[in-house]
């Protein structure tokens, strides 16, 4: 029987890509199956690296686009799905989400505009958070997603206030989707095996429960409260509220109070009365 190491003897990961590959086939499938594909779905991988997710999507759908920055690794799945599915040969977080998928299949079928998409990958640990933060900026076109990411940042992703993990990316996920983590992945089902545990999240788009209508102000006013953690809001908001021409004193909220203990109604909230105060 051929080892893990054996099989990929011929390719060496490159550290720098962070890539760990995914050699169990029965978490594959599962992964796979979390995210519930039809026929006529429109999937997109993000770094299909040695096609462990790949050989069971594209048995389902014929409307899948993967996107690989490794040239050698996109070289190879072109030759071995020839025909079978879309390779992009891009940066993930360079891609256009809006144009470069629909375009690809909107030639031949002008409505798959009106579909949403289903994201799913075993994405790279080290741009984690910056790949959550595109697929939340444009959360208005995608349905679910299912991603493999360290287990500790997985659990940020659901973190509530006042828990030390509650910040910036608690509160992104949570009003733009409804995250879940679903299992986790020991080290053992990698080449080469990572140093943490891994697990699976699903998000569901636009399900949140909460609606905000200014997304750019929400995002800059979580992010400065959050800017110097272990001060007061008063303290990290203020060139926010100077830039903005708001005065604390017209809002009644206690900004004597920290950021990670600000539920997100609260944030919600305050974004209100800022909106209302500014020029």
Not at 15 to 24: A, R, S, T, Y
């Amino acid at each position: 029987m051929t080892t893990a190491k054996e099989k990929f003897d011929h390719y060496r990961p490159k550290k720098f890509l962070g890539q760990n590959f995914l050699v169990d086939n029965n978490i594959a499938k599962k992964i796979v199956n979390s995210l519930e594909i039809k026929p006529d779905d429109i999937v997109l991988e993000i770094g299909p690296g040695q096609g462990v997710l790949t050989k069971y999507i594209s048995e389902i759908t014929k409307n899948f686009i993967a996107v690989e920055l490794d040239k050698s690794i996109y070289e190879k799945l072109t030759l071995e799905y020839e025909g079978r599915i879309n390779l992009i040969h891009k940066d993930f977080l360079k891609i256009n989400l809006q144009n470069d998928i629909y375009n690809i299949f909107s030639i031949n079928n002008p409505d798959v505009r009106n579909k949403k998409i289903k994201v799913i990958g075993n994405i790279p640990y080290n741009i984690t958070t910056e790949i959550l933060f595109k697929l939340f900026d444009s959360s208005d076109i995608i349905d679910s997603a299912v991603l493999m990411m360290q287990k500790e940042v997985a659990k940020r992703l659901t973190a509530q206030p006042n828990t030390k993990d509650y910040g910036i990316l608690a509160i992104q996920t949570q009003t733009n989707s409804v995250p879940k983590i679903l299992f986790n992945v020991p080290p053992t089902a990698f080449f080469p095996k990572p140093r943490v545990d891994s697990s699976i999240v699903k998000f569901d788009f636009g399900n949140s429960k909460y609606k905000i209508l200014y997304k750019d102000i929400f995002k800059t006013l979580v992010k400065q409260s959050f800017g110097q953690r272990r001060k007061t809001m008063k303290n990290s908001l203020k060139v926010f509220f100077e830039n903005n021409e708001v005065s604390f004193d017209n809002i009644d909220f206690d900004f004597t109070r920290r950021a990670e203990s600000v539920s997100i109604e609260e944030y919600i909230r305050l974004l209100c009365d800022i909106k209302e105060l500014m020029k």
